[in-house]
């Protein structure tokens, strides 16, 4: 199968601080990727959309200045949290989209663990 | 919908066992569901897909079972194996074309007993 990689798994940061994270799909190209949070025990809640070559498109009451997006290629993808909390800690999951599209064509990545101390 | 603030069923089966994970959607509108699997630490894994126009489907060791009258999903396993213990999201895709997207149940935890 495809294959999505997120860099970095884990990363701490301190608060007030900002922190990239990347999304790549490693075998294809995606026109579509996906940024889903995920907190403990609980769901995974989407984020935004983001097109390649086009602005992110967000969820419904998640700050899109606060959660930076950049598709800048059909293999790349990076979420920048800036000025971190303690509450933005969470797991943070992308997936992306290989044509066609299909229910089992969305492939997701392992996911970035963040702490904000 | 959301399920913020919610812990996530559990259910254990002894191994060999069949075990049945439930889940609610709640858009009528959706045209497939999809069941996940997901390891401690790693993203979801896709394990089967059905679209809105059918009731069942069978995969291997597995079957999807959709009831659109009362918005129902339910995932069947068969002779259960200590690799299927994780946690099983349902999702639903919904949107127009080309602005697709997937909303997560809550999810349940399963924990396949020795």
């Known amino acids: 199968g495809a294959v999505v990689s997120q860099h970095p798994s884990r990363v701490i940061c301190k608060s007030g601080t900002s922190v990239k994270i990347e999304c790549r799909s490693l075998?294809?190209?995606?026109?579509?990727m996906f940024w889903y949070r995920q907190f403990p025990k609980q769901s995974l809640m989407l984020m935004a959309t983001?097109?390649?070559?086009?602005?992110?498109?967000?969820e419904q009451g998640v700050e899109k200045d606060k959660f930076l997006i950049n598709h800048a290629s059909l293999t790349l993808s990076t979420l920048t949290v800036t000025s971190a909390h303690p509450e933005d800690s969470s797991f943070y999951i992308c997936?992306?989209?290989?044509?066609?599209?299909?229910?089992?064509?969305?492939?997701f990545g392992p996911g970035t663990r963040l702490t904000v101390l | 919908g959301e399920s913020v603030g919610l812990h996530l069923p559990t259910l254990s089966v002894q191994e060999g066992d069949n075990s049945i994970i439930n889940c609610a959607y709640s858009?009528?509108?959706?045209?497939?569901f999809i069941w996940y699997k997901q390891e401690s630490g790693k993203g979801p894994q896709f394990i089967i897909d059905?679209?809105?126009?059918?009731d069942k489907r069978q995969g291997q060791r597995v079957t999807v079972l959709l009831n659109k009258t009362v918005k129902h999903l339910s995932l069947q396993i068969a002779a259960t194996q200590p690799g299927d213990s994780a946690v099983y999201f349902c999702a639903e895709n919904w949107g127009n074309f080309g602005n697709e997207k997937l909303t997560f149940g809550t999810g349940t935890r399963l924990t396949i007993i020795p």
């Open positions: 997936s992306a989209q290989r044509r066609p599209v299909r229910a089992d064509t969305q492939y």
């Open positions: 059905i679209r809105s126009n059918m």
């Open positions: 983001s097109n390649e070559g086009s602005k992110a498109t967000y």
């Open positions: 858009n009528s509108a959706s045209d497939y």
């Open positions: 075998d294809f190209q995606a026109t579509t």
